[in-house]
């Protein structure tokens, strides 16, 4: 059986959907079938529309679906990737999480492998907390977390955090690339080995 992999992602100014394209890539390298999903933006539109960075990006991701529940049921692996907002993750992605009572109550959710990634501004800005919020959540779903760990280089090299990649403002290097590719390789693995 084909892992089916949703990839659901919110990105505010570029960081997250870029985790999110290259770990697409190391899935489908590793034979996933992909489904790359953003949540849509909840934040009121002048807002947005205020801050040229924060519209590029809208812009740059408008050819993307915006994810749905459905997506979830399709799927048989999640990896999900949110900015840290005051060390929980943002709210556009809990209002989506928040629109899967449906599925969560006849269990469509449950014993699917999961995994999580996030960003923050600075390397103490919440990372690690955003990413126990949503397991704490996955785990309510019955959801199989499927963290890295420190079960390659690659995790030490990119600043060490078992549980999910976490990358601080700035360029990605090849050492944060190998880092997140590692983790969607593990999480295809581990959804093989279950479907």
Avoid: C
Wanted: hydrophobic share 40%; glycine share 8%.
């Amino acid at each position: 059986m084909t892992v089916k992999l949703a990839i659901v992602f919110y990105s505010t100014y570029g960081t997250n959907h870029q985790m999110a394209q290259i770990a697409a890539e190391a899935a489908k390298a590793a034979g996933a079938e992909v489904r790359l999903l953003r949540v849509a933006e909840t934040a009121p539109p002048e807002v947005v529309e205020g801050q040229d960075a924060w519209k590029s990006q809208l812009d740059r991701m408008s050819d993307i679906p915006v994810a749905k529940p459905e997506d979830l049921e399709w799927a048989n692996a999640y990896l999900f990737s949110a900015p840290t907002r005051f060390g929980v993750t943002a709210s556009q992605m809990r209002a989506f999480i928040d629109t899967l009572g449906g599925l969560w109550s006849t269990g469509a959710l449950a014993n699917k492998p999961v995994s999580a990634m996030t960003s923050a501004q600075n390397p103490h800005g919440g990372q690690e907390s955003t990413l126990l919020s949503l397991y704490t959540t996955f785990m309510h779903w019955g959801s199989i977390i499927v963290a890295p760990g420190y079960s390659d280089q690659s995790i030490f090299a990119a600043g060490g955090n078992p549980y999910g990649y976490s990358h601080t403002t700035g360029e990605f290097t090849e050492e944060h690339k190998a880092a997140i590719r590692h983790q969607a390789k593990r999480l295809v693995e581990f959804a093989t080995k279950l479907a």
